[in-house]
């Protein structure tokens, strides 16, 4: 044997019957999903989803605006009519239609499935016919499922609840305290509403691996009798608190992202509403806080100013909050 050759090894045993001029084709794998979140500087790959797609598509549409779903409902419309007059053009026996006209098949396939019936057009043979019923049943379905899921879209309650563009870290009685603000966009409360924050970050493990944490942030409040035009979320930066001891540069070194769910009853159709949001590494400001938008006017009145919703302002830096720095 000689030096750095490797011995040629035996071939395994084929099963009986197989073929060898016709070896199995390698099964295609699927390209990897992405999502990115807005805001995020990275996105998620998903490799091995499983996938369904008639119930991703009907969830996909529950999701999508208005003019997304009608024009796939218009799309499934046209498709199925175009279906059944390839048939018609197949079997014949349709009266007044020119012999091999699309078109003429194609309107005859539309009277069919709309029920319309102006008289011009009609089947004269069975197999016409026959292919009516069938067009009938598939008119039924269709007309059932468009039904169903313009219902489900336009009962479907859902919340406008606005986030700020950041969240901020500034001193409030002298303690540090992380602040974002919210408001509800309709003009009708969202009762007893909670609201819970979370913060994810990287970890190392003593054993060598990275392990993605989740901690509870605690509010000074995380409930309310009713999320109106605008409210503040607070959580103090006490000893307890995961951002205890952290610094602009150590958050950015775990990655951390905040992570805030809001609950509550839509109080005009009584339906339970959420709203989510996250706030990455980059959207958290050390050293501001928010304008105030709640002023008294001189005669009397509450003035909400909405237009500085989003404002911040810089605060003083002192010598146990450092910020903003130079």
């Known amino acids: 044997?000689?030096?750095?050759?490797?011995?040629?090894?035996?071939?395994?045993?084929?099963?009986?019957?197989?073929?060898?001029?016709?070896?199995?084709?390698a099964k295609r794998e699927r390209a990897p999903r992405r999502f990115v979140q807005p805001g995020a500087t990275y996105g998620f790959r998903v490799l091995g989803d499983a996938k369904m797609?008639?119930?991703?598509?009907?969830?996909?549409?529950?999701h999508q605006p208005w003019w997304m779903t009608f024009a796939a409902i218009a799309a499934a419309f046209l498709v199925a009519n175009a279906v059944f007059a390839v048939a018609f053009l197949v079997?014949?026996?349709?009266?007044?239609?020119?012999?091999?006209?699309?078109?003429?098949?194609?309107?005859?396939?539309?009277?069919?499935?709309g029920t319309i019936g102006y008289g011009a057009l009609a089947p004269e043979s069975r197999a016409a016919n026959v292919v009516v019923v069938f067009e009938s049943i598939a008119s039924l379905i269709l007309t059932a499922l468009a039904t169903g899921l313009v219902f489900a879209k336009f009962s479907r309650s859902t919340a406008r609840v606005l986030f700020t563009n950041v969240a901020v870290i500034a001193p409030m009685n002298g303690i540090p305290t992380l602040m974002f603000r919210m408001s509800n966009q309709r003009g009708n409360l969202i009762v007893g509403a909670k609201i819970r924050v979370t913060l994810a970050r990287t970890e190392k493990t003593a054993e060598g691996p990275i392990f993605y944490r989740t901690l509870d942030l605690k509010l000074q409040r995380d409930h309310l009798l009713s999320l109106s035009r605008s409210w503040i979320a607070l959580h103090t930066i006490d000893e307890e608190s995961p951002l205890s001891g952290e610094t602009p540069e150590s958050i950015a070194a775990q990655e951390v992202e905040l992570q805030i769910l809001a609950v509550g009853l839509d109080d005009t159709s009584m339906q339970t509403v959420h709203?989510?949001?996250?706030?990455?590494?980059?959207?958290?400001?050390?050293?501001?806080?928010?304008?105030?938008i709640v002023s008294e006017a001189p005669d009397g009145d509450i003035v909400l100013d909405l237009r500085r919703f989003q404002d911040t302002e810089a605060t003083a830096a002192t010598?146990?909050?450092?910020?903003?720095?130079e």
């Not at 091999?100 to 009277?111: C, I, M, N, P, R």
């Not at 010598?319 to 720095?325: D, V």
């Open 275 to 292: 709203a989510t949001h996250r706030y990455f590494t980059h959207q958290i400001m050390w050293g501001r806080r928010f304008v105030d």
């Open 1 to 25: 044997m000689l030096a750095g050759v490797t011995p040629a090894q035996p071939e395994p045993a084929k099963p009986e019957g197989a073929n060898p001029a016709s070896p199995r084709p």
């Open 53 to 62: 797609p008639l119930r991703d598509f009907y969830h996909a549409l529950l």
């Open 319 to 325: 010598a146990s909050f450092p910020y903003p720095q």
């Open 91 to 113: 079997v014949g026996g349709v009266s007044h239609a020119q012999p091999g006209s699309f078109l003429d098949a194609f309107f005859f396939s539309v009277q069919t499935m």
